[in-house]
């Protein structure tokens, strides 16, 4: 399979607890995004990178909240300090450069914060 | 904000077309109109985009009218497995970066 994958597909916290996920993009994808997704919601923006280069970071993006890429291929996105309203579904998204600028999309990470 | 204004709901008989409107009356000359979809519990899909010219591939036809300011989404032979929320997609002035805005998108049942 050679699309976008995130891992894990699930995940269960408690309230205060940290949260880590990954994002493994389509390989020649240069750029990389993150998107929350609460129930009855479309996607919403967080966070993007080109390269390892994180160049637009949404207001949605708390101090609890950090990306990284390191080597510009996977990505993680961490939630420190869980919260209640952090529970949703976490999607990751890759594309390349170019205009049309299509993005495809992993299945996402579900979080649930008890 | 989402600058796509698309019905919430709509219904469609098994076999038939599926026609999905989305007006963007603030297109800009050079923004593209992207389609995605998401089944239940799974990420967006993409389906098609366009900028100027109708557009058809495997899964829909992209109908851009000559102004830009509507679009429909056709799926000709819709089935069962076509049940999903349908989201229209465009970047607007001004340029913001490359982040898409999803909207609440339409909601179409396709109906045995």
């Known amino acids: 399979d050679t699309g976008v994958s995130q891992d894990p597909r699930h995940k269960i916290t408690k309230r205060g607890q940290n949260v880590t996920f990954r994002c493994d993009p389509i390989s020649e994808h240069n750029r990389l995004y993150w998107y929350r997704q609460t129930l009855g919601q479309g996607p919403e923006f967080l966070t993007y990178?080109?390269?390892?280069?994180?160049?637009?970071k949404s207001r949605l993006l708390s101090d609890r909240f950090s990306a990284e890429r390191p080597k510009g291929s996977f990505s993680t996105l961490e939630i420190q300090r869980t919260e209640q309203g952090d529970s949703a579904m976490y999607l990751c998204a890759s594309s390349s450069t170019g205009s049309r600028e299509t993005q495809y999309f992993g299945p996402g990470t579900r979080l649930l914060v008890l | 904000d989402a600058k796509t204004t698309q019905p919430t709901s709509m219904d469609c008989a098994e076999g038939r077309a599926a026609n999905l409107p989305c007006n963007h009356s603030?297109?800009?000359?050079?923004?593209?109109v992207y389609w995605y979809r998401q089944i239940h519990s799974q990420g967006p899909q993409y389906i098609i985009h366009?900028?100027?010219n109708n557009e058809t591939n495997e899964m829909a036809s992209l109908i851009i009218t000559e102004d830009r300011k509507s679009s429909t989404l056709i799926l000709p032979h819709a089935t069962l497995r076509d049940t999903a929320v349908y989201y229209c997609?465009?970047?607007?002035?001004?340029?913001?970066?490359?982040?898409?805005?999803f909207g609440t998108g339409t909601s179409l049942t396709v109906i045995p």
């Open positions: 603030t297109i800009s000359g050079n923004e593209y």
């Open positions: 997609i465009v970047r607007v002035s001004p340029y913001t970066g490359n982040q898409f805005y």
């Open positions: 990178f080109q390269n390892e280069a994180q160049l637009e």
């Open positions: 366009g900028l100027k």
